[in-house]
Each structure stands twice: as C-alpha cells, then as structure tokens.
C-alpha cells in the first residue's frame, strides 16, 4: 500500500475512509501504552489479531510482535493497520466521488462539516430522556469522529503528522455508524438560532446520513482524515 496516494494537494479537507473501528480502538489503546514504554496491550493485540498482524507482515514488517521494531510512525499504523481495503488492495470507498465531495468540502469556517455540525447543533425543545439521549448520542460520536484522535487527548497530536502528510482526527466502529445515523435520522435535535448559513445543518445532516448509511451498506467502520 502507498502512503502518496493518501496525500491531500487539491482533495477535500476532510475525507472519509471505510475501516474496523473496533480494531482501530484496540490499536490505539496498544499504541498509547507503547508509547509508554509499555507493549504489552501490542504483544496482546498482536497475538489475538491475526489479520492484523499479517497485514504489517505483508507491508515488510518482519516483527511485528515489538512495537519498537516497527519504523512507521502511530498515525501510519493505525492508519494502515485498519484502513479496510478492497479485492485490489485499494482502500474501500464509501459513497460515490459526488457524496465524498459534499462531505469533503463544507463552505464554512475550516471547512468540516462535522466541526460545524457541532457547533450549532441543540437539543430539541421538546424535552425528556429519550430526545436528550438522543442528542448527547450525536455529540459524543460526532466528537468520537472528529476528535478521537484529537489535541484534546494528551500526546496525539502525533496521530495528527504521520507520513505523506497523513492526518487522522477519529474513528467510529460500524455499530457506532449505525447508532449515528439513527441518532441523526430522529426528532432529538435542532439547530441553534444563530447558523449562519441558511439550510447549513440541513445540508450537513443529510450528507452526513447518506455517507453513513453507504458505510452500513459496507458493513464497516470510518476513519475521518484532514488534509490541506
């Protein structure tokens, strides 16, 4: 696999990339330990992982079971170690190039959707449990996607200069996916008073669904990487 390829130049600021969420959490967690000089949850991902494990080994990583072996920075292995990928080896789109346009590229602010779905999202006015949870299930994934691997989180922004140029803010498992789009899809949230496009969030939510339910539809998780 060819890091270039992941390179931005005139790509939207934000893509979107099929991966296993849930083996993306698990790299994460083992990479933060490691960093630590602790690589013990590695040695453990490495042994109870096998795909994982092969995929480094067929990327030339001839030890995989020690982190400190492996020459790739933590935002190219997590990348590359969970990125889920086609018969020919190629990453696994989601959506069609028009879809992944819209998403990519939000006239507003630094040009994320996302940041700006969560900057003017509120919760219904209609009160109670069932609307809150809902809305508190937006922000937190919406948060888990944008910013798992974000400043917020002490010592990752090493997630952030990877190779090529290689920029990962967070990730969702493909439970996660589907617990978004149903959460978007339902009455718990609103928009605040002062959006500042006309129809913003409109546009946001159903660009938003529709390349959920195209990951769904692949039965997979996503990655959320910047680029210039």
Same mark, same amino acid.
């Given at each position: 696999?060819?890091?270039?390829?992941?390179?931005?130049?005139?790509?939207?600021?934000?893509?979107?990339?099929?991966? *296993?969420?849930? %083996?993306?959490?698990?790299?994460?967690?083992?990479? /933060?330990?490691?960093?630590?000089?602790? !690589?013990? @949850?590695?040695?453990?991902?490495?042994?109870?992982?096998?795909?994982?494990?092969?995929?480094?080994?067929?990327?030339?990583?001839?030890?995989?079971?020690?982190?400190?072996?492996?020459?790739?920075?933590?935002?190219?292995?997590?990348?590359?170690?969970?990125?889920?990928?086609?018969?020919?080896?190629?990453?696994?789109?989601?959506?069609?190039?028009?879809?992944?346009?819209?998403?990519?590229?939000?006239?507003?602010?630094?040009?994320?959707?996302?940041?700006?779905?969560?900057?003017?999202?509120?919760? *219904?006015?209609? %009160?109670?449990?069932?609307?809150?949870?809902?809305? /508190?299930?937006?922000?937190?994934?919406? !948060?888990? @996607?944008?910013?798992?691997?974000?400043?917020?989180?002490?010592?990752?922004?090493?997630?952030?200069?990877?190779?090529?140029?290689?920029?990962?803010?967070?990730?969702?498992?493909?439970?996660?996916?589907?617990?978004?789009?149903?959460?978007?899809?339902?009455?718990?949230?609103?928009?605040?008073?002062?959006?500042?496009?006309?129809?913003?969030?409109?546009?946001?939510?159903?660009?938003?669904?529709?390349?959920?339910?195209?990951?769904?539809?692949?039965?997979?998780?996503?990655?959320?990487?910047?680029?210039?």
């Amino acid at each position: 696999m060819d890091l270039k390829q992941f390179e931005g130049g005139t790509s939207p600021f934000i893509t979107l990339d099929a991966c *296993n969420g849930n %083996r993306a959490e698990a790299v994460l967690n083992a990479l /933060e330990s490691a960093a630590n000089g602790d !690589e013990a @949850l590695w040695n453990t991902l490495i042994t109870n992982d096998e795909a994982f494990k092969r995929r480094l080994i067929e990327q030339g990583m001839s030890n995989p079971e020690k982190r400190s072996s492996i020459s790739w920075d933590d935002a190219t292995v997590l990348f590359i170690g969970c990125v889920e990928l086609s018969k020919d080896g190629k990453p696994l789109p989601i959506g069609d190039g028009i879809l992944r346009e819209k998403v990519g590229r939000f006239p507003w602010g630094d040009g994320s959707l996302l940041n700006y779905m969560h900057e003017f999202i509120r919760p *219904n006015d209609q %009160r109670g449990s069932k609307n809150d949870d809902g809305y /508190e299930k937006i922000v937190t994934l919406i !948060e888990n @996607l944008s910013q798992r691997c974000g400043p917020s989180h002490v010592g990752h922004e090493r997630y952030h200069t990877g190779q090529a140029g290689l920029n990962i803010r967070g990730f969702l498992s493909k439970e996660q996916v589907r617990e978004l789009r149903l959460a978007l899809s339902g009455r718990s949230w609103s928009v605040t008073a002062d959006e500042p496009i006309d129809g913003g969030m409109r546009d946001v939510s159903r660009n938003l669904i529709a390349v959920l339910r195209a990951a769904e539809r692949r039965d997979v998780g996503m990655f959320l990487r910047s680029h210039a």
